[in-house]
């Protein structure tokens, strides 16, 4: 497959503009997800890093358990990453994870779902399952969210990302087909809801084999003619520097903008690639809006009067990276080629990503846009070619929700420079740029 193959070559599924919508909010992500486990007839798989030990992601479970039970002959799958499942969050105490939740669900109930763990590579902090998607009958639920409280607005705050459901049964099967083909059946992937589970050790030589097989995957689509009255929609997939399709056409995105870009990352820490092609198309003159978060609406973020530890200092270095490539671009901010929009909405959290160029084409997908989406996860995405515009309208309606609770920063110096910040977080960012571990930190965060 050439290095860099344009969205118009690539094999499509061709969808109907009116089986294409837009959610605006967590709330109705999860309304819409219970609402179509509820109502399964036929399957229900669940890709997602991972599914909470916790009221919003009991609630998940519990649904997709009592739709096996009213139907046993119903074909359910959930996918989560391997190491996440098994772990506490981060700075809690060591516990059995999600995957004793999993295991709880299969005994108290006559047909048990499976969970499968994704090991993607053998240690988390070098890759992950990132790969996205909620399959239901017919209709994808994509979405960059995982399952639990915050993403699903189940209690007082809520982590906003973006959320579009595709009726389409092509595009379900092709999704459906790769998870089962690609990843279940792959001897490295294990049924987390089962007791007597190997190790990861035990795993390695599997794990290795897995994240090869990986690297040549990608979905079967059996090329649909697009006429004027639909929609091209290819799903991707991507792992690692090589030959990653899904990186590539985020790529190639950039690089054929004409009059503009909007990209949104929750992480402000862009690959390379991206920040040489996106600085071409404000030469030639591409208009560009950075939508990100404000660290206080990073997931990471600790308020001051916090306990700091380590983690806590991600959402500065996050924003250092911004006003650093903010001072390289000021004489564009200046002519206003380059908008950044800082997104902030209470003690809300920001989880936003995809790109639309030119309003007609768009990427729906987790990848953060980061070198860690770029080198070391497995991620997806949707590629949506629409260059009659039947979806313009919904796409601008979903934007002017997200601009809802955001500043548009007019110079590098709004934004907080190191001496701006809490004393212990300056010290700690410091120890962190003195021992040079933020390059590390960059390629793997």
Same mark, same amino acid.
């Given at each position: 497959?050439?290095?860099?193959?344009?969205?118009?070559? /690539?094999?499509?599924?061709?969808?109907?503009?009116?089986?294409?919508?837009?959610?605006?909010?967590?709330?109705?992500?999860?309304?819409?997800?219970?609402?179509?486990?509820?109502?399964?007839?036929?399957?229900?798989?669940?890709?997602?890093?991972?599914?909470?030990?916790?009221?919003?992601?009991?609630?998940?479970?519990?649904?997709?358990?009592?739709?096996?039970?009213?139907?046993?002959?119903?074909?359910?799958?959930?996918?989560?990453?391997?190491?996440?499942?098994?772990?506490?969050?981060?700075? =809690?105490?060591?516990?059995?994870?999600?995957?004793?939740?999993?295991?709880?669900? =299969?005994?108290?109930?006559?047909?048990?779902?499976?969970?499968?763990?994704?090991?993607?590579?053998?240690?988390?902090?070098?890759?992950?399952?990132?790969?996205?998607?909620?399959?239901?009958?017919?209709?994808?639920?994509?979405?960059?969210?995982?399952?639990?409280?915050?993403?699903?607005?189940?209690?007082?705050?809520?982590?906003?990302?973006?959320?579009?459901?595709?009726?389409?049964?092509?595009?379900?099967?092709?999704?459906?087909?790769?998870?089962?083909?690609?990843?279940?059946?792959?001897?490295?992937?294990?049924?987390?809801?089962?007791?007597?589970?190997?190790?990861?050790?035990?795993?390695?030589?599997?794990?290795?084999?897995?994240?090869?097989?990986?690297?040549?995957?990608?979905?079967?689509?059996?090329?649909?003619?697009?006429?004027?009255?639909?929609?091209?929609?290819?799903?991707?997939?991507?792992?690692?520097?090589?030959?990653? /399709?899904?990186?590539?056409?985020?790529?190639?995105?950039?690089?054929?903008?004409?009059?503009?870009?909007?990209?949104?990352?929750?992480?402000?820490?862009?690959?390379?690639?991206?920040?040489?092609?996106?600085?071409?198309?404000?030469?030639?003159?591409?208009?560009?809006?950075?939508?990100?978060?404000?660290?206080?609406?990073?997931?990471?973020?600790?308020?001051?009067?916090?306990?700091?530890?380590?983690?806590?200092?991600?959402?500065? /270095?996050?924003?250092?990276?911004?006003?650093?490539?903010?001072?390289?671009?000021?004489?564009?901010?200046?002519?206003?080629?380059?908008?950044?929009?800082?997104?902030?909405?209470?003690?809300?959290?920001?989880?936003?990503?995809?790109?639309?160029?030119?309003?007609?084409?768009?990427?729906?997908?987790?990848?953060?846009?980061?070198?860690? =989406?770029?080198?070391?996860?497995?991620?997806?995405?949707?590629?949506?070619?629409?260059?009659?515009?039947?979806?313009?309208?919904?796409?601008?309606?979903?934007?002017?929700?997200?601009?809802?609770?955001?500043?548009?920063?007019?110079?590098?110096?709004?934004?907080?420079?190191?001496?701006?910040?809490? /004393?212990?977080?300056?010290?700690?960012?410091?120890?962190?740029?003195?021992?040079?571990?933020?390059?590390?930190?960059?390629?793997?965060?």
């Amino acid at each position: 497959m050439p290095i860099r193959q344009s969205f118009g070559s /690539l094999p499509t599924f061709a969808i109907d503009p009116d089986q294409f919508h837009v959610l605006q909010s967590a709330l109705h992500f999860r309304e819409s997800l219970l609402k179509a486990i509820n109502n399964a007839t036929v399957r229900i798989y669940l890709a997602s890093l991972y599914l909470e030990d916790d009221e919003a992601g009991r609630e998940v479970l519990t649904a997709a358990y009592e739709a096996k039970q009213r139907n046993p002959n119903l074909d359910i799958a959930i996918c989560v990453d391997w190491h996440r499942a098994q772990r506490g969050l981060i700075g =809690a105490e060591k516990s059995a994870g999600n995957a004793a939740m999993y295991q709880a669900f =299969a005994e108290k109930y006559e047909h048990s779902i499976p969970v499968y763990g994704v090991p993607v590579r053998t240690r988390e902090v070098f890759g992950v399952l990132h790969l996205k998607g909620f399959i239901i009958d017919d209709t994808v639920i994509y979405s960059g969210a995982s399952l639990n409280n915050i993403y699903l607005h189940y209690q007082d705050r809520y982590r906003f990302d973006r959320y579009h459901v595709i009726e389409h049964r092509e595009l379900a099967n092709s999704m459906v087909e790769f998870i089962c083909e690609g990843m279940i059946a792959h001897s490295a992937v294990k049924n987390l809801s089962q007791t007597g589970l190997p190790t990861t050790k035990e795993l390695k030589p599997a794990i290795r084999q897995f994240r090869a097989s990986l690297a040549k995957a990608s979905y079967k689509v059996e090329h649909q003619l697009v006429d004027d009255q639909h929609v091209a929609v290819t799903p991707l997939v991507g792992i690692g520097k090589r030959q990653n /399709l899904l990186n590539q056409q985020i790529t190639v995105m950039l690089a054929s903008a004409k009059e503009e870009i909007i990209l949104c990352t929750p992480y402000f820490n862009l690959p390379k690639v991206v920040l040489r092609e996106v600085k071409r198309a404000m030469k030639r003159c591409v208009n560009v809006h950075v939508i990100v978060g404000d660290k206080t609406a990073n997931d990471f973020y600790l308020p001051p009067d916090k306990p700091v530890k380590a983690i806590g200092g991600l959402p500065y /270095l996050y924003e250092m990276n911004l006003r650093k490539f903010a001072v390289f671009n000021e004489k564009y901010m200046t002519s206003g080629r380059l908008s950044i929009h800082l997104w902030k909405h209470d003690a809300n959290s920001y989880h936003l990503k995809g790109l639309w160029v030119d309003h007609s084409v768009m990427m729906l997908t987790g990848n953060n846009v980061n070198p860690r =989406a770029w080198a070391l996860d497995l991620e997806n995405g949707l590629l949506i070619n629409d260059p009659n515009k039947h979806l313009e309208a919904k796409f601008i309606a979903e934007f002017d929700n997200i601009f809802q609770h955001t500043q548009r920063i007019a110079s590098s110096s709004e934004l907080d420079v190191l001496q701006d910040y809490p /004393l212990k977080i300056q010290k700690l960012l410091k120890r962190v740029i003195r021992t040079r571990a933020d390059r590390l930190l960059k390629r793997i965060l």
